[in-house]
């Protein structure tokens, strides 16, 4: 008789229900959304940006026919990081 180990939820590290899938990673539903929130509220945190781009001065509108324009309202070019 071979004994396997009993799958554990990711969350609160307690044995999933018996009669939960193959590939369950949580106990219940209140786990997988606590679990979902705490991933949530990391990513935030973190910024997704590198330093370089958030630095930079940036667009800040567009034009009605949905050009970048820059500050000052002028034309700016997505190719050319000067404008």
Aim: aromatic residues 4%; glycine residues 2%; hydrophobic residues 35%.
């Amino acid at each position: 008789m071979t004994m396997t180990a009993t799958p554990l939820c990711e969350r609160c590290e307690q044995p999933l229900p018996v009669m939960a899938r193959r590939h369950a990673r949580y106990c219940s539903g209140a786990c997988k959304q606590a679990a979902y929130r705490a991933r949530k509220t990391s990513a935030a945190a973190s910024p997704s940006l590198p330093d370089e781009l958030t630095t930079r001065a940036r667009w800040v509108r567009y034009s009605s026919a949905k050009v970048p324009l820059t500050p000052a309202g002028r034309a700016a070019s997505s190719t050319d990081p000067a404008t």
